[in-house]
């Protein structure tokens, strides 16, 4: 029996995805790769519920400051309160395309998953490029979803499955963009890194890909037959050797 159609709270999403081996992973080379020290002042875009403001506030010590933005109010609320006791942490309203913030205000600046969601992600890099530094680093982080991958014997089902999940973002291929898109904004690329999530187990991948829910979607949508669909999920979701993979890109870059 195929579980129904649910869509998660998004905190308690994002905090799993975050709290899983594939986000913590990525999320540690991430920001090693920002080189963020003691002093330095941060700006994290699209912070959402706050899921890396203590880790940003310990890298900067009391010394520094991080400043967190997002457009959403509920994201703002929770991640005020998780940063509450880091006297360094501010959160604010804030929009990709506006910051809130002066020119030339941080020394890095990031921006975790959130350009594929966005309209026009070359716009939000360039006003990115205003609130940095001349010396300052930004970070971007981003999966390209036309990477995705889940094994079965119906090759066809696994890769409509993959096209479908590819729709589910504003910018799916956004990852493999990220050199080319800082580079036109006028950032020179200092490192490019690919971590390719690797998923053995289907409660993980259930966790993170939400398979059940967004394969219902695809059915609903025409882009999958209900039936090949069924038998699909039922499979994968029962197989002692589940495989699913996707590419997470991570860039920094300086003003160039």
């Not at 800082?182 to 398979?211: C, H, K, M, P, W």
Request: hydrophobic residues 45%.
């Amino acid at each position: 029996m195929v579980a129904p159609l649910t869509v998660p709270d998004q905190i308690d999403y994002l905090d799993r995805v975050a709290g899983s081996a594939a986000g913590r992973g990525y999320k540690r080379a991430f920001l090693a790769d920002l080189d963020v020290r003691p002093g330095m002042s941060v700006l994290d875009v699209g912070c959402g519920p706050g899921t890396d403001l203590a880790a940003l506030a310990a890298a900067v010590t009391e010394s520094g400051t991080v400043w967190g933005v997002d457009n959403d109010p509920r994201m703002r609320a929770e991640a005020a309160l998780r940063s509450a006791r880091h006297q360094q942490v501010r959160v604010d309203d804030g929009d990709a395309y506006a910051l809130p913030v002066g020119d030339r205000q941080f020394d890095r600046a990031r921006m975790d998953r959130v350009l594929q969601h966005l309209d026009d992600p070359a716009r939000a890099l360039v006003e990115l490029r205003r609130v940095v530094r001349p010396s300052g680093l930004i970070g971007l982080a981003e999966p390209d979803w036309h990477t995705l991958v889940v094994d079965d014997a119906d090759l066809a089902t696994s890769q409509g499955f993959s096209r479908f999940m590819a729709t589910r973002v504003a910018n799916a291929a956004i990852g493999r963009q990220l050199p080319r898109l800082a580079a036109s904004a006028g950032f020179a690329i200092r490192t490019v890194n690919a971590q390719t999530v690797l998923l053995r187990d289907y409660a993980e991948a259930e966790q993170i890909l939400g398979i059940a829910r967004n394969l219902h979607r695809g059915v609903d949508a025409g882009a999958l037959d209900r039936g090949a669909a069924l038998a699909w999920l039922h499979r994968v979701s029962r197989s002692s050797v589940f495989f699913a993979s996707v590419t997470l890109f991570t860039v920094t870059a300086r003003i160039s």
